[in-house]
């Protein structure tokens, strides 16, 4: 087993990378970084590079920091030769997942942006089941309640926290890796809370006849739906890639293990010494925040 370094110990970490840890058969979580989280029987860190230069001894870290301050730290981690997991969206603007590549290429390190949506148990067979269609149109369906996922976490409405657009990658990374031919944006209405600098509600309009709809005010049972129309036959995912749907039918698609999964892809590719970097999603990020038409709603409080 390898020994592994989570650092950014809040409700991600806590519900998802920690289990998944514990479960892998590849991976030792040997310490923690975070300002006040911690896992019990395991050495914690508030300081980063104390804990590179302490602990030579793990090779990887796997980061669960926010995005804005995730720079930094995988930088770091990579001048000290350590491999690097980065949780989605693995960073805050394009350019700086570009640079911590070529840092990691040039280091001989692995550089792993996860997408972990794209492990849900539906996305690989509705890839497979795309491959040869014409996608005559799609819908994205990806509303969910701020407060619940997010409890009083108010990075996600400054800068570089993306809003709403922080659930939203997920649905865009499943876009960009299911549909056969790739589409780009061609408008966006974007919704900001009066007193926030981030979304929290977006209407999309892509090529291809591909519309996405996101909201973090839904309340109630939350909806993370795909639906995609053919020439042949129409396929939907719903529960954020888990369920698939195809001409009415549901299709059984195995157990359900996204961040299990990724530790494993990552096992994968520090073994083979190779990275793996898809800013694909972020690409469409970027695009509704620059096409973007602003409109102010009401304030947004936790």
């Keep these: 087993m390898r020994a592994i370094c989570l650092v950014g110990i809040g409700k991600i970490a806590v519900d998802q990378h920690i289990p998944a840890i514990a479960a892998s058969p590849d991976w030792m979580l040997a310490a ?20 590179l230069a302490e602990r030579p001894d ?22 000290a030769g350590r491999h690097v997991m980065l949780e989605k969206p693995p960073g805050a603007t394009l350019a700086e997942v570009q640079a911590l590549a070529r840092m990691a290429q040039d280091a001989g390190v692995t550089l792993y942006t996860t997408w972990h949506s794209r492990m849900a148990k539906g996305v690989a067979p509705a890839k497979a089941w795309l491959a040869d269609k014409i996608v005559t149109a799609a819908h994205i369906t990806w509303k969910e309640d701020v407060r619940r996922w997010h409890p ?7 800068p570089g926290g993306m809003g709403v657009f922080d659930p939203g990658s997920n649905a865009l990374s499943i876009m960009t890796e299911i549909l056969p031919q790739p589409v780009h944006l061609r408008h966006a209405d974007l919704y900001f809370p009066a007193n926030r600098d981030t979304p929290i509600a977006a209407e999309l309009t892509w090529t291809g006849n ?6 973090w005010r839904q309340t109630g049972p939350q909806s993370w739906d795909i ?7 129409t396929l939907a995912l719903h529960d954020g890639g888990a369920r698939l749907v195809i001409d009415g039918k549901d299709v059984e698609s195995g157990a359900d293990r996204e961040y299990p999964a990724l530790y494993d892809r990552m096992a994968e590719l520090v073994k083979t010494a190779a990275s793996e970097v898809d800013i694909t999603p972020m690409i469409h990020v970027a695009d509704a925040l620059t096409l973007g038409k602003r409109h102010v709603v009401d304030a947004f409080d936790f």
């Excluded at 591909?210 to 909201?215: I, N, P, R």
């Excluded at 639906?227 to 036959?233: E, K, L, R």
């Design 32 to 51: 923690t970084v975070s300002r006040a989280g911690a896992v019990d029987g395991v050495p914690a860190y508030t300081d980063f590079a104390r804990m």
């Design 58 to 79: 793990i090779d990887t870290v796997s980061l669960c920091l926010p995005p804005v301050p995730r720079y930094d730290y995988a930088a770091a981690a990579i001048a």
């Design 152 to 158: 009083g976490q108010d990075w996600v409405f400054t």
């Design 210 to 215: 591909v519309t996405g709809s996101f909201d």
């Design 227 to 233: 639906v995609v129309q053919t020439d042949n036959g």
